[in-house]
Nanobody, 125 residues
Framework: VQLQASGGGLVQAGDSLTLSCAAS????????VAWFRQAPGKEREFVAA????????YYADSVKGRFTISRDNAKNTVSLQMNSLIPEDTAVYYC???????????????????WGQGTLVTVSS
């Protein structure tokens, strides 16, 4: 599967932004999907995921209540709605997917074999 992330940009603190990830492949609905982010000088970190089984969602504590992950299997897209953005949310955001993700790795970069190219989100104070 190939992933293409989009929707990043420069926003002010308190603003909202929605990221999108378009996927190729006819079996996308069978994939677990996730968003990770990487700030300058830091390791890539988990943001949100939707596990392939039961559509369960998972969030990093730092974004819980502010971000929402969703998917549209008919359109092969995954979205990340980001509200109440803060400067600490500034990072390159990556979408990821994998058909074989297990529950223990749903928050782990190792749980995903397919990655989009990243989209930059900059939140000014």
């Amino acid at each position: 599967v190939q992933l293409q992330a989009s929707g990043g940009g420069l926003v002010q603190a308190g603003d909202s932004l929605t990221l999108s990830c378009a996927a190729s492949g006819r079996t996308f609905s069978s994939y677990s999907v996730a968003w990770f982010r990487q700030a300058p000088g830091k390791e890539r970190e988990f943001v949100a995921a939707m596990w392939r089984r039961e559509g369960r969602t998972y969030y990093a504590d730092s974004v819980k209540g502010r971000f929402t992950i969703s998917r549209d299997n008919a359109k092969n897209t995954v979205s990340l709605q980001m509200n109440s953005l803060i400067p600490e949310d500034t990072a390159v955001y990556y979408c990821a997917a994998d058909m074989r993700t297990i529950l223990s790795t749903v928050r782990d970069v190792r749980g995903y074999a397919y990655w989009g190219q990243g989209t930059l989100v900059t939140v000014s104070s």
